[in-house]
């Protein structure tokens, strides 16, 4: 077991669909991130929770929209996706703020 | 804002040691990190150090931190085919809330038979 599970594993959706990426952790954080990896492109931190807060929104577009629960689960919201949105998503958690990260497998997005 | 610079591409033979540099700009780092990305995969934390340590050794890994030249490098013992992955470098500093991980756009190590 990886200690952080993300699913679905591959996503496809149309531009006007509605869909939501999971991310649970089983390591008892406190802190969960989303990222976004593209092609070519460095490592892009989306969102922060720390304790269910969100403390960190990176100037993502409102078509992204995170929701956290409970400290164990974080989801990401799609709706009305671009092109290129198209990449791959990252989860991951720490103990608390600044302390190492542990990540899921990610879930590879492609909007057509 | 705060950088890590790594190369894009390392190429080793089979059987020799990799190493792989980094530079950063924050100097006041309180972990450094190495991750390895293989393909259709997340980020593994491969290991960590302290920014009061100079050098950390996990079996083939050996880690060593300048932290006068903001250098760290990540050295692997006896390359294997499967260590053929993207290595990514980074650094955090602080324990609050807002503190991030800085990563590098990551070094792919590419192993010759």
């Known amino acids: 077991e990886t200690g952080v599970t993300q699913t679905p594993r591959h996503l496809v959706m149309g531009m006007t669909n509605k869909k939501s990426l999971k991310c649970e952790q089983h390591l008892g954080h406190n802190a969960m991130y989303w990222y976004k990896q593209s092609a070519k492109k460095p490592l892009e931190l989306m969102f922060v929770?720390?304790?269910?807060?969100?403390?960190e929104n990176n100037s993502v577009p409102s078509r992204f929209s995170p929701e956290c629960p409970n400290s164990s689960h974080l989801f990401l919201h799609l709706h009305t996706l671009q092109p290129e949105d198209s990449a791959l998503y990252l989860c991951a958690s720490s103990q608390e703020g600044g302390q190492p990260q542990h990540f899921g497998d990610g879930t590879r997005l492609s909007i057509l | 804002g705060e950088d890590v610079e790594q190369s894009l591409f390392l190429s080793v033979r089979e059987g020799d040691s990799s190493v792989i540099n980094c530079t950063y700009t924050d100097s006041s780092s309180t972990y450094l990190y190495w991750y390895k990305q293989e393909p259709g995969a997340g980020l593994q934390l491969l290991t960590y150090?302290?920014?009061?340590?100079d050098m950390k050794q996990d079996q083939r890994l050996t880690v060593l931190l300048n932290k006068k030249d903001k250098h760290l490098s990540l050295r692997i013992a006896d390359t294997q085919t499967g260590d053929s992955a993207i290595y990514f470098c980074?650094?955090?500093?602080?324990?609050?809330?807002?503190?991030?991980?800085?990563f590098g756009s990551g070094t792919r190590l590419s192993i010759r038979p």
């Open positions: 980074a650094e955090s500093s602080g324990y609050s809330s807002a503190s991030k991980i800085i």
């Open positions: 150090i302290f920014s009061n340590m």
């Open positions: 929770y720390n304790f269910k807060e969100q403390t």
